[in-house]
């Protein structure tokens, strides 16, 4: 059985956090606002599996109202949410991702993204794309306001 995931995210920019995207430290004077670390290509990642796999979404799975989750890597979200598929039987055929945002320029951290994601997931680099994009100074994002990360993800059992 082969099923598709679709996970969006939105996290808006704050003063005084670190910005982390697909589990990499990015250098920038902002971060994003979150109950977690606020990964937001982790977190729709992580909803594209979910809903692959008809286990609701990361909300459902991992409360922003639980301490248990307050400031958590999403790294571990991310683990987490691999060992639920694994526990239902599927297997990650690949993840397609793109994250928007103006600012900062992602394209140096997407190998490191990738390969990090990979690890925490056991799957190959090779399964793992990450794109990034601006908005042409539209939107949200193109004032630099905040970032958005789409995943759209294959699962197999």
């Known amino acids: ?3 598709v995931g679709f996970g ?4 808006k920019f704050v003063e ?3 910005l982390w995207i697909g589990g990499v430290k ?3 004077g902002y971060g994003l606002a979150g109950h977690s670390d606020a990964d937001v290509l982790i977190h729709a990642i992580c909803d594209a599996l979910l809903g692959a796999a008809n286990l609701r979404d990361i909300g459902y799975q991992f409360p922003d109202n ?3 989750f307050l400031n958590i890597d999403s790294k571990i979200l991310l683990r987490r949410t691999a060992e639920l598929l694994k526990e239902k039987g599927y297997t990650i055929g690949n993840i397609d991702s793109t994250v928007a945002a103006q600012a900062p320029r992602l394209n140096p951290y997407i190998p490191a993204m990738q390969q990090t994601m990979a690890d925490v997931l056991g799957v190959d680099v090779d ?3 990450v794109k990034a ?9 193109g004032r630099k306001e905040g970032i958005t990360a789409y995943a759209t993800v294959l699962i197999c059992k």
């Open 1 to 3: 059985m082969i099923r």
């Open 8 to 11: 969006i995210d939105v996290h």
């Open 16 to 18: 005084n956090r670190d």
């Open 26 to 28: 990015i250098p920038y």
């Open 66 to 68: 639980s301490d248990e």
């Open 127 to 129: 399964c793992v794309s």
């Open 133 to 141: 994009t601006t908005t042409e100074k539209l939107g949200f994002e």
